[in-house]
């Protein structure tokens, strides 16, 4: 009886070393399947800084595009150029909204970093050609309380009561000084 037993109880051990519903893989060894991936990025911004401080405007454009990063922990601040002192207090007090300090230094880049005078010159003036009221591109607009369906449905009745441009016969034409 005592032998029965303890088979029962060595068996009832070994079987809590196996998952059920997973085979047994001794090609995994002891790699981790799940490896966390560290990546790092620099991103340069080019503000303007005339007489030693920033431009007018130049610190809303930088606290801007640190909310569009996402800045925050494990992130570094550098200020790399001829900046004055004034200019660098201006860039860590937008930093410090973000709790981050500057670093002294700067990461080393390829070359310069090129810009144009009219960057997005092209874009911009399209977008505003586009853009009724430029309020709706920052508060967008409320709905109406009551929709007009006619007004909602006329793009739709159009394309679907429009003629196709494609029927019909094709026109004879001859190149001009052809025979």
Known sequence: MRSKFLLI?????????QTPGTPDDPGKGLSSLNVPVVTSADYVFDAA?????LAPGEGDRLNGWFQGLGLGYGDTVYVDG???????????AVAGRY???LTPGAPVTA??????SNFGCGVNSNLAAMVANPEDLIHGRDSAP???AVTATRAIDMYRK?????????KDSSAKGGK
Do not use: F
């Open 9 to 17: 109880a060595l068996g009832s051990a070994l079987a809590g070393c």
């Open 49 to 53: 800084a005339p007489g030693g401080t």
């Open 82 to 92: 001829g900046y004055a002192p004034a200019a660098r207090g201006q860039v860590a």
């Open 99 to 101: 709790g981050m300090l």
């Open 111 to 116: 070359g310069m970093v090129q810009t144009m």
């Open 146 to 148: 009551v929709t007009d």
């Open 162 to 170: 429009k003629v196709p441009t494609g029927q019909g016969e094709l």
